[in-house]
């Protein structure tokens, strides 16, 4: 019998494949991050979240917290804390993945 984790298309860690997120939880793909392209996730799993910071970013003001590889330490991008502009609200708790730090697995 095939794993059950792995029936669901999910993106994984490039370095060490530990699994990150699920292609269900994907809410858009327009997004740019550090390393260029990333993609909005409405969940994210086997991260470690890092401390909270406001920063300045494209779209507004934000408190955020990066978010690592719990397997192997990678920086893979950041968790939207809060949105300071209430336009941008419907980002606060999702999660921000860097296209260059993940693999698409099937």
């Known amino acids: 019998m095939a794993d059950a ?3 669901h298309p999910l993106f994984s860690c ?3 494949q530990n699994p ?5 939880d994907l809410l858009s793909k327009r997004f740019v991050a550090k390393s260029g392209g990333a993609y909005l996730f409405k969940h994210a799993m086997n991260v470690v979240v ?3 910071e406001d920063r300045q970013l494209m779209t507004g003001y934000f408190s955020v917290a ?3 590889c719990s397997k192997c330490g990678q920086e893979l991008g950041w968790k939207y ?10 980002k606060e708790g999702r999660f921000i993945i860097e296209i260059a730090k993940i693999l698409k697995e099937y």
Do not use: E, M, N
Request: charged share 35%; aromatic share 14%; glycine share 4%.
């Open 5 to 7: 984790s792995y029936s």
């Open 14 to 16: 490039r370095i060490c």
């Open 20 to 24: 990150i997120a699920l292609r269900d």
């Open 50 to 52: 890092g401390k909270k």
């Open 66 to 68: 990066d978010i690592y």
């Open 81 to 90: 804390v809060k949105a300071y502009d209430t336009a941008q609200k419907y």
